[in-house]
């Protein structure tokens, strides 16, 4: 931009923060909004980790479970989005931390949230790629339900969405906005599907009431199975901070990241409770929903193919399948947004590759980062036994839950300390920052601990015998990850990350 050409609000902002505008400012609020929708995607994480949930305190954790873990993110999301509206940036997290509390809480957010958005792209395309194996098989495209099929159509999948990522920022807004609105019609035709056409339904009771205890230790056994089934809500309310990422795209982005994280949350929780709901009330039987050798490890696949019938269930797998497409493409748009913006400001290694644009303000090298490390983290599930092929999926999972809200956490801390700089923006908290950050804090925390406990799906290994192809890679991956950025930070990185470099004057 030239100094005769005119700035709106949006650019002075931004340039008051240290950056050009690079990126091509073309989204608007409810664009900005849609791509968050669509990487929570209830129609993604609430039907294909909805197994995770039902082995760990059953149908009591989808009944109870949602509400209860959709309020605690409430909390979270509303102590982000006032950080969001402060500083609208596409660094998001690890800016707000670096501003908050210097380089050092920059660079550990900054790598928690990357390594957080390179898993959940791997665990949402992953998923998205065992619901296309099954819908390419319904209508006659014969390429197996074997895993070896599953991390082909995966692999196809991670390829499909960074090529229309690198086609430009347009086709990305006018993707997400016609996704937001299948997501809200998929989940209404779920709902009247399984309402009507279910051949059987459970009682009220079965769904409330009913049961699962697989952790085997303490706790009432079954209050700790049903703490541990949580990672099924929580994983799915992971990636709304894509709004904030988006923020140098989207015009009124002050206002509009904000709102988009909240309505995000909010439009979640009300039409994810409806589906998780719809899916537990037409339960066929509770028992072979469990079963391995009956489910394939996914149970929402058995429900819908036992409760309705081939054209019906048919129709619901082509819609969640889509949805789960739609997931996986946003969630790579986001994260390669966060790598530009951490790269820009020389946090990565080969910075300069990572934070080139191409002619069309596309970061087309860091789509290809993050699409080739995503990858990369699930070749593991073609390493173990085939029955225990769900257990990476699991771990990616858990992997970026933890990832994720520890970078949500760390810039909600530094804005609770007594000598923050922080400077609210236009959509804010007022006073009840405070008690909201506070309530959000603890619930990370309890969270983070909870989903980096080490168990596989039969209980804990101290409890059936520790087995290295069935135990949770999640608490291993993210201790090697940790350890690595501390020793990156101590013996080289606080030397010359200074944080946020300044692109304007």
């Not at 070896?148 to 906005?177: D, E, K």
């Not at 299948?182 to 309402?195: D, K, T, Y």
């Not at 994983?235 to 309505?263: L, N, P, Q, V, W």
């Not at 429900?303 to 399948?321: C, D, K, T, V």
Request: glycine letters at 10%.
């Amino acid at each position: 931009m030239t100094e005769t050409q005119p700035r709106t609000d949006d650019e002075r902002r931004l340039a008051e923060l240290g950056y050009r505008q690079d990126l091509a400012r073309s989204w608007s609020g409810f664009s900005n909004f849609a791509v968050s929708f669509t990487i929570v995607s209830i129609l993604t994480g609430g039907l294909a980790s909805y197994g995770i949930g039902l082995a760990n305190g059953g149908p009591i954790t989808m009944a109870w479970g949602w509400p209860l873990v959709s309020v605690m993110v409430l909390f979270v999301g509303a102590a982000m989005a006032e950080l969001a509206s402060a500083y609208p940036t596409s660094g998001g997290l690890y800016w707000w931390a670096s501003e908050l509390g210097g380089p050092v809480w920059g660079w550990f957010t900054g790598w928690f949230n990357l390594i957080g958005q390179i898993a959940v792209t791997a665990a949402i395309d992953y998923g998205a790629a065992i619901f296309t194996t099954v819908v390419l098989n319904v209508i006659g495209v014969p390429v197996g339900t074997d895993r070896t099929a599953i991390f082909s159509v995966f692999a196809a999948v991670l390829v499909l969405h960074a090529v229309l990522n690198i086609v430009g920022p347009h086709l990305s807004a006018v993707i997400n906005n016609v996704s937001a609105w299948w997501h809200v019609g998929g989940v209404a035709i779920f709902v009247l599907v399984l309402g009507f056409g279910a051949r059987h339904h459970q009682s009220i009771e079965f769904v409330f009431t009913k049961t699962v205890d697989n952790s085997a230790v303490g706790f009432g056994g079954v209050g700790f199975s049903f703490l541990l089934g949580l990672l099924h809500a929580q994983y799915t309310f992971t990636g709304y901070d894509a709004s904030a990422h988006m923020s140098e795209e989207t015009r009124g982005a002050a206002r509009a990241a904000a709102k988009g994280i909240i309505h995000t949350i909010v439009v979640s929780a009300i039409a994810g409770y409806l589906l998780i709901l719809a899916v537990t009330f037409a339960i066929p039987n509770l028992g072979e929903a469990l079963d391995p050798a009956k489910n394939s490890g996914y149970p929402v696949i058995y429900i819908l193919q036992n409760s309705l019938s081939p054209f019906w269930s048919g129709l619901l797998l082509i819609i969640a399948a889509v949805a789960q497409l739609f997931c996986g493409y946003a969630s790579v748009t986001s994260a390669s947004r966060m790598l530009f913006a951490f790269a820009r400001d020389g946090a990565v290694p080969g910075s300069a590759l990572w934070s080139r644009l191409s002619a069309r303000k596309v970061p087309v090298n860091a789509v290809a980062f993050i699409s080739v490390f995503a990858f990369v983290l699930l070749i593991p599930s073609m390493l173990v036994p085939a029955a225990n092929a769900p257990t990476a999926y699991a771990a990616a999972t858990s992997i970026a839950t933890i990832a994720l809200y520890i970078a949500y956490g760390i810039p909600i801390l530094l804005r609770q300390l007594p000598r923050s700089r922080f400077h609210t923006g236009p959509w804010n908290l007022g006073a009840r920052y405070r008690p909201i950050g506070i309530i959000a804090l603890i619930w990370i925390v309890v969270i983070s601990l909870l989903f980096i406990l080490p168990t596989d799906d039969r209980g804990y290994p101290w409890h059936t015998g520790f087995t290295w192809t069935a135990v949770n890679y999640a608490p291993l991956t993210l201790i090697v990850v940790v350890g690595t950025i501390t020793i990156w930070w101590l013996t080289s990185a606080r030397h010359w990350f200074t944080g946020p470099k300044r692109t304007v004057p």
